[in-house]
């Protein structure tokens, strides 16, 4: 089946600092989703990437869907404390909103005052 | 924008009884919701995919026995663990989304089989 190899696995950073985490896959998607997790709670969407080669931004975060179709990255500027917790990447093969995702193995952020 | 809302968000029961989660899209119709159980520190994994008046579709390995799924109507359903044991202790999540939009993901249900 397909797979999602999500790297780094951690990162503890200092608050300032920008970070940066990406996604590759075995196999082709037409959709790349980056999401956030707090402990204890659901992912929440963060950013939707539609094409290959879209560059997408949302506030201090910006993600790329990579030419390839097998890559994707998440960068986050000027960390701050609230940034802390799991980050996800997320593949859709199909071509609906409502298809199936594959889930990368996550990233956890740590961010030191 | 739309919320789904997961009940209970934690339950603790005793091995081999029987736990109902619930998941409701508040303010939209939901032909497809998503069953995801995730452990500690690790990625969410599909377990199954819940279609209104019809049968879900599960993923391989994963017991439909087991996990019992129904979706009755556009905006419920509902995960039963039958004969609960310890191993199924974990943190189960759903997604549902409408038409043309990513799903949303309800806060998720964590369970402890004691």
């Known amino acids: 089946g397909q797979q999602l190899n999500q790297s780094p696995q951690s990162m503890f950073i200092q608050e300032g600092e920008d970070v940066s985490m990406n996604c590759t896959s075995s196999?082709?998607?037409?959709?790349w989703l980056w999401y956030k997790q707090d402990p204890g709670e659901g992912p929440v969407l963060l950013i939707a990437?539609?094409?290959?080669?879209e560059l997408t931004s949302n506030g201090r975060l910006t993600a790329q869907f990579g030419i390839t179709r097998k890559d994707s990255f998440l960068n986050i500027s000027a960390s701050i404390p609230s940034d802390v917790g799991i980050y996800f990447c997320a593949g859709r093969a199909g071509g609906t909103s409502y298809g199936k995702l594959t889930f990368g193995q996550g990233t956890i952020l740590t961010v030191h005052p | 924008g739309a919320v789904v809302s997961q009940h209970p968000s934690r339950v603790i029961c005793k091995s081999g009884t029987s736990v109902k989660i619930e998941c409701r899209s508040l303010d939209f119709q939901a032909t497809t919701m998503f069953w995801y159980r995730q452990f500690p520190k690790q990625s969410l994994m599909l377990m199954a995919t819940s279609n209104e008046g019809s049968k879900a579709t599960y993923e391989q390995g994963v017991e439909k026995d087991k996990f019992l799924i129904n979706h009755a109507s556009l905006t419920l359903s509902t995960l039963t663990v039958t004969s609960a044991h310890p191993e199924d202790s974990s943190f189960y999540i759903c997604?549902?989304?409408?038409?043309?939009?990513?799903?949303?993901f309800g806060q998720g249900t964590r369970l402890t089989v004691v």
């Open positions: 997604s549902a989304s409408e038409i043309g939009t990513e799903a949303f």
């Open positions: 196999s082709i998607f037409n959709t």
């Open positions: 990437l539609y094409k290959a080669g």
